[in-house]
């Protein structure tokens, strides 16, 4: 199964491989073309024409897929795949020689006529490999994230995870920041009237709206929206995975990419060899919670409440019933903030209501912190000056929600909308307590039914479903993306698996350099070891046992109500 | 070319399908490339029937929408071609090199294609500047647009490996040193080439010749018979290569910033006479002529250089990433090495903007504020991060003996150096073979081509285009009076100041020469055309120093 693998990397060549429907094989054995025809074992024939996943109008389908999936689990449709020697350097001028690729894959599975689409793959080699050994299949979140090869503590951890085996990093389709060759697709919503308050439903319209005009643009353009979903990605890492060689992977992925992991396990759980997890997301959990998202933001109003620097400044009822007074105050009487923008001397005015403060309430990456923990200890705050009267930051973020200066990658909606909701589950979340005071699911609820978008996928695909290979999950208890809830909900599925809660830990505190690998790295070190255990030889339960339930990490510096407020601050950092 | 436009993915079916018909009949090509094969390259190129045969390559064409800042949008294909990486050698990978293609608004029936072919090397077209977007709107009125990337430019959209060139920072205490800067840039690049030829990429395919094919193959791919090329700078050298090894495909050319063949160097005597014109026009201003000592401005920069020659300075600046105060000595070799014609450093909005500000510069000098020579010098002496290719490709073509003798004969080679780069990394091991003697020499070109050239240009000195006039058989140069590298590509030239003569220019591109002469139509264009008279800064405005951004 390597065979094409040590092919690639003895010969220093590229191997370029062709379409099985490609017209006439004549030109390939021209040696003016200089391209190479792999002689690759690892593929033998194509499967099946098209990887489409079962939808859920029979068992039986189901059933014929398990069957096929668990027989001819290496085989994959052939795919053409460019690889290329690189070199990363990072930032401190520190050198990792690794293959870049692109594989060429099709732009919708559901359409035998599609054309195909260059997704770009990169491989840095184990460095003391092991044979037969499963790769580290490193997968992004966001939706719209890409690796950034020039951080050092990347490079960090790719050296920390290809110890034995292979790293190997796979893009997200359809994502225009990634290397290789992506339409640009991407749109930008209207800017709305500052002289009105904020409205959840016109802004829920305005970005419907613009989505759509945008799909309808790409599509007549000739790309196949259809295909950016997370069916496609799913088997962009099935084919990649058949492509590079390998049978088996070990998946890893935060946010997003612990999602599109549970997508890969549930359709092709026989290729995964075990997985390492954060930023919990179910299949069912795109939509979050608005109760849980509250209770992560109460975990953190209990600690900032008993912070010496909010002591005799917490107002009765503590400062989540602060929040929902401001909320209400700003519904009932609405305001006009003047402030002055962060990137020009200009001073606009701008109107709030609480719909405002519904869609911003949660938005911790406002509050111009320079990490994510450091943005949750500007938090409380942010609502303390809220309820003080002090509506200047609100302003400031429903300014940039109002006039947006950048571009939105289309895919990114095609994608997250494409996993959709259970009408079980969506009707659960509109009737939490909490939907009357956050927002989280705005542009979900906008956007689900906008044509020219990708089909959602069933609840049969969305359903928890028990997870056979090992799986390590850890989420952090103040997570405002994905709630420790998302995870300990996964974790009733794992059969053999375990959760770490990360105390004080915002989203991702395995990949966040500031979070569990600064404050805690003898941990974090055993954590890594999953990655390499042979689990033939040592069962994974005994390891799991070896792992702490819990891991605290430092108490959050808070900022203190008494210094500037957080609006002054931003503009500071701005230099105006 | 209707199979490659209704296909997004597409294997040029039908060029390959036309070229399996020319190949049954005539001779296989013979690669120019590292032979001394020049003379029977040439014969077979002018073979008539071989024009349009070409290796089959691989073509990969994807849908784009090109969005402007000003969102303006035009729908376009995107393509990579997978292209030998190095084409002398039969083993070679391929590479994938990105190009698109903008549709003709008013498609005329077989009419060739405008190539563009952007500078540098080591540059990649920005299509989301408004400039951009309008000269490939007003090029693709009659002809497609297509858009060539350079090979190995990292910068460039697709898959290339990070080929860049690190060079350390040098010392702030110590005056810049040619001699120095000279070693340590052959070190790193020796270093760069070694690093990366063991990784498995073949530098020596980062070449002229292999760039110039690229064109050839694209051509061919997207089933082309002639193209229109159209480059500044570096990009007009890239056609001059192209139509020296390809004539029979080429349809016409307009190029600008002109470098013929032999001119990968500059001289030093003519970049000295360019910024004569420029200092003669603002001694000139009523308003700037009290300042001007005695000799003129350039007498004043001799007089610097001599004077950090024996006096290296020290002078403190704020810098400007860190915000802490430094230190910086200077010496004689600062200017020489560039400082003395880098006005893009003055960080103005455009280039004439940037120019009115040097008379304004040479006289801070003369008076003894070094601050704006300390701040070019904190980033010339940073690390620096270049296109491998800068280096590889430029001296891929190298220079004549006897060129290079001229231009080492040179008077003002004692005050500018425009040069000391080539010969610090022309002899390095790793790089690319320079191309044979022949191939640098000027010969006849029997294609129409429109050269714009303007007279203060101090990257490629008008004396180049009319260098280069003398081999048009069916030619022009518009001499753009005011005008600095590339006066038809900065928006506030040409485009802005004089758009019917503009749109004159771009007519050379849309006419057909079949009915009416191209000589007829070069007839209707002025020999000159004069931009309005820059407005020079006066030593009564603060210092460039103070007025630099944070």
């Not at chain 1, 390891?543 to 510096?557: G, M, N, Q, S």
């Not at chain 2, 190298?398 to 425009?418: F, M, N, Y």
Request: hydrophobic content about 40%; charged content about 25%; glycine content about 6%.
């Amino acid at each position: 199964m390597h065979s094409m693998k040590s092919m690639v990397i003895n010969n220093s060549v590229n191997v370029l491989r062709f379409i099985s429907s490609r017209p006439s094989s004549g030109a390939a054995k021209n040696k003016q073309s200089l391209l190479i025809e792999s002689d690759s074992t690892a593929q033998r024939k194509p499967a099946r024409s098209f990887l489409r996943r079962p939808r859920g109008d029979s068992l039986l389908a189901m059933l014929i897929a398990a069957t096929i999936s668990t027989t001819v689990q290496a085989e994959a449709p052939k795919r053409d795949i460019y690889l290329t020697p690189d070199i990363i350097t990072d930032e401190t001028g520190r050198t990792m020689a690794i293959e870049r690729g692109l594989i060429f894959v099709p732009e919708n599975r559901r359409d035998p006529d599609t054309r195909m689409i260059p997704l770009h793959v990169f491989r840095a080699p184990a460095l003391a490999p092991e044979t037969g050994r499963a790769p580290f299949i490193y997968l992004e979140g966001g939706p719209g994230y890409v690796f950034l090869e020039e951080k050092p503590d990347k490079l960090d951890l790719i050296n920390s995870l290809r110890q034995t085996r292979d790293f190997v990093y796979i893009g997200q389709r359809g994502n225009t920041d990634e290397r290789g060759l992506v339409p640009n697709m991407a749109f930008r919503a209207p800017s709305a009237p500052l002289d009105k308050p904020g409205s959840l439903k016109e802004t829920g319209r305005r970005l419907a709206d613009s989505y759509e005009r945008a799909l309808r643009r790409w599509n007549d353009a000739g790309v196949d929206m259809r295909g950016y979903d997370m069916d496609n990605a799913v088997d962009d890492i099935y084919e990649t995975r058949a492509a590079l060689g390998y049978d088996k992977i070990v998946l890893c992925g935060c946010s997003f990419g612990a999602q599109w992991s549970f997508a890969y396990i549930k359709r092709w759980p026989e290729t995964v060899d075990r997985a390492l997890l954060s930023g919990i997301e179910p299949l069912d959990f795109t939509y979050d919670s608005p109760d849980w998202l509250w209770a992560t933001a109460a975990r953190v109003a209990e600690e900032a409440e008993a912070y010496s620097a909010f002591a005799g400044r917490v107002p009765e009822g503590g400062l989540m019933k602060a929040l929902q007074t401001v909320i209400k105050r700003l519904d009932e009487t609405p305001v006009t903030v003047d402030v002055k923008t962060p990137n020009a001397d200009d001073i606009v005015s701008i109107r709030l209501n609480g719909d405002d403060l519904r869609i911003g309430a949660l938005n911790i990456w406002a509050l111009g912190g320079s990490f994510e923990q450091s943005n949750l200890a500007r938090w409380p705050k942010f609502v303390l000056e809220l309820y003080e009267g002090d509506y200047r930051m609100l302003a400031l973020i429903a300014l940039a929600d109002r006039t947006p200066q950048y571009d939105e990658q289309l895919f990114i909606l095609a994608m997250d909308n494409s996993l959709g909701i259970s009408p079980a589950r969506d009707k659960k979340l509109r009737a939490d307590t909490a939907s009357q005071w956050i927002a989280p699911n705005l542009w979900y609820e906008a956007t689900r039914n906008v044509a020219g978008a990708p089909p959602e996928v069933d609840d049969d695909f969305r359903k928890d479903a028990p997870i056979d290979p090992p799986v390590l999950m850890f989420s952090g208890d103040f997570d405002l993306s994905t709630p420790i809830e998302n995870a300990r909900h996964a974790e009733k599925f794992l059969n053999n698996g375990k959760l770490i809660t990360v105390k004080r830990a915002t989203h991702c505190p395995l990949w966040d350099y500031t979070l569990l690998r600064a404050q805690r790295p003898e941990e974090t070190e055993a954590i890594y070891r999953f990655v390499d255990l042979d689990f033939e030889k040592t069962p994974a339960s005994s390891y799991f046992e070896k792992l702490p339930a819990t891991i605290t990490l430092d108490p959050l510096e808070f900022a203190s109500p008494e210094t500037p407020a957080l609006y002054e601050q931003i503009l500071a950092q701005a230099g105006r | 070319m209707a199979a490659v436009l209704n296909n997004f993915f597409c294997w040029t079916i039908a060029s390959r399908t036309r070229l399996k018909k020319e190949i049954r009949t005539r001779l296989r090509r013979i690669r120019l490339i590292g032979l001394a094969a020049t003379a029977t390259a040439a014969a077979l190129s002018t073979s008539a029937a071989a024009q349009t045969a070409a290796p089959p390559r691989e073509v990969y064409l994807a849908p784009d929408i090109l969005t402007d800042q000003n969102g303006r949008m035009m729908t376009l294909e995107r393509g990579l071609i997978f292209v030998p990486e190095n084409r002398s050698n039969p083993d070679s990978r391929s590479i994938p090199l990105h190009f698109f293609r903008a549709p003709a608004k008013k498609p005329e029936p077989d009419r060739a294609p405008v190539v563009y072919l952007p500078g540098g090397p080591g540059y990649e077209l920005d299509t989301t500047l408004p400039n951009v977007f309008d000269f490939i709107d007003r090029m693709r009125k009659t002809r497609d647009v297509i858009y060539v990337s350079q090979r190995g430019y990292p910068g460039a959209s697709g898959l290339i490996p990070e080929l860049w060139l690190s060079t350390p920072s040098a010392a702030l205490d110590k005056p810049a040193s040619m001699s120095k800067a000279s070693a340590q840039l052959a070190r790193s690049y020796k270093k760069a080439l070694s690093v990366w030829n063991k990784a498995g990429v073949d530098m020596t395919g980062y070449d002229v010749l292999n760039a110039v094919d690229d064109v050839y193959d694209i051509r061919a791919a997207l089933g082309y018979e002639k193209i229109a090329l159209r480059g500044c700078s570096f990009g007009s050298q890239w056609s001059f290569s192209y139509i020296k090894r390809w004539p029979e495909t080429v349809d016409r050319a307009l190029l600008s910033g002109v470098e013929p063949l032999d001119f990968a160097y500059d001289s030093a005597d003519w970049l000295w006479a360019s910024m004569a014109r420029v200092a003669a026009e603002a001694e000139a201003q009523p308003d700037f002529a009290p300042h001007i000592p005695e000799g003129g401005l350039l007498e004043v920069l001799k007089a610097v250089i001599n004077r950090l020659e024996k006096n290296p300075v020290s002078v403190d600046v704020v810098h400007p990433e860190t915000n802490q105060m430094v230190s910086v000595r200077l010496g004689a070799d600062d200017l020489r090495m560039g400082a003395a014609k880098n006005f893009y450093a003055f960080d103005k909005d455009n280039d004439l903007e940037n120019l009115a500000y040097w008379p304004k510069f040479i006289l801070e000098l003369y008076n003894g504020d070094y601050r704006m020579l300390a701040m070019m010098a904190l980033s010339s002496r940073s690390e620096g991060n270049e296109a491998l290719i800068a280096q590889t490709i430029d001296n891929s073509l190298g220079i004549s003996t006897a060129r290079d003798k001229r231009l080492k004969a040179e008077k003002a080679r004692q005050w500018v150096d425009p040069n000391w780069y080539f010969y610090a990394t022309r002899n390095v091991a790793g790089a690319p073979p320079t191309v044979p003697a022949n191939f640098r020499e000027d010969t006849p070109i029997d294609v129409p081509v429109l050269l714009v050239s303007g007279d203060y240009d101090w990257s490629t000195p008008i004396e180049n285009a009319e260098h280069a006039e003398e081999f048009l058989i069916d030619g022009k140069l518009i001499t753009v009076g005011g005008g600095t590298h590339c006066p038809l590509w900065n928006g506030e030239q040409l485009p802005a100041q004089r758009p019917d003569l503009t749109e004159a220019i771009y007519r050379f591109l849309d006419m057909d020469f079949e009915n009416g002469s191209a000589a007829d139509y070069l007839d209707t264009l002025p020999a000159t055309i004069n931009l309005d008279r820059l407005r020079y800064e006066t030593p009564a405005t603060p210092a460039l120093y103070e007025q630099l951004d944070g």
